[in-house]
């Protein structure tokens, strides 16, 4: 897996945003998988300046998100749903036909999770999927011991991962389980980026590159894939050893 390493986290941003913005000048009708949480802020941030500034289109493109919180209505303040609204949806011109985050509402999450899976499928393969790391290397909501043949499903989430995300809920209670898309339909992408800003992922960052590949680190599983590369900041790259690519 190669690695680049930028300066910090608005130079890695960019550099994301322009290899996502590359392939939908090259494929208009690309199908990206997209990620929440803090680091793809800059990358959403970035994108949405250059559909503002120089029209770049996502009007072609197909989204899928990688998880949302079982049990919270599309409209919950802390959903994956509201998220990607106020940050990236919501903003560009996506086709609203065209854009996938799992129900997380759903009475029935096994259904829910079938029909995901299926959609994946019918759209082709995933050409983009951008990819954030926990502090204990999961991607998605695949916690350590994710099964790498894992597909679309739902998952019981870790006490330090709840712990991270409960500042967002009411209580400080993050909910116990998700929908989210499998290791192996994240391995099926095309091309995959990781990208981990911060010190707080170094450790993370280092045991994914250095370590053995072993569904202990989910993000491990990146370094069998063809075509997948790290975005870090100096920060995230801090505890890597000799060795990485520049
Ligand atoms: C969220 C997701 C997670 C995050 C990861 C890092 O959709 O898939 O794997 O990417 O928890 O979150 P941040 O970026 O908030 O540190």
Do not use: W
Request: charged letters at 25%.
């Amino acid at each position: 897996m190669k690695a680049r390493v930028y300066p910090d986290y608005e130079a890695m941003s960019v550099a994301v945003a322009y290899v996502v913005a590359g392939k939908l000048e090259e494929e208009p009708s690309s199908v990206l998988m997209l990620p929440t949480g803090i680091t793809p802020l800059g990358v959403y941030g970035r994108l949405v300046e250059m559909h503002r500034s120089e029209g770049l289109s996502f009007a072609n493109a197909t989204f899928f998100n990688l998880d949302e919180y079982l049990g919270l209505t599309p409209d919950h303040r802390a959903s994956y749903h509201v998220y990607m609204q106020e940050h990236f949806y919501g903003l560009i011109n996506a086709d609203p036909a065209r854009v996938f985050v799992p129900d997380g509402a759903t009475p029935d999450p096994e259904a829910e999770c079938e029909r995901y899976e299926a959609a994946i499928r019918e759209a082709g393969e995933i050409d983009v999927c951008v990819l954030g790391i926990g502090r204990n290397g999961h991607i998605g909501f695949n916690e350590p011991g994710a099964p790498f043949d894992s597909r679309t499903r739902v998952v019981e989430l870790s006490e330090s991962t709840r712990k991270i995300n409960a500042s967002d809920f009411e209580a400080d209670r993050a909910p116990e389980r998700a929908i989210t898309v499998g290791m192996a339909t994240i391995f099926d992408s095309k091309s995959v980026l990781l990208l981990a800003s911060g010190t707080n992922k170094a450790g993370a960052v280092a045991a994914t590159v250095e370590d053995d590949v072993s569904e202990s680190m989910p993000a491990s599983m990146l370094r069998n894939h063809p075509n997948a590369v790290l975005f870090l900041d100096e920060a995230a790259a801090s505890d890597l050893g000799h060795g990485v690519a520049g």
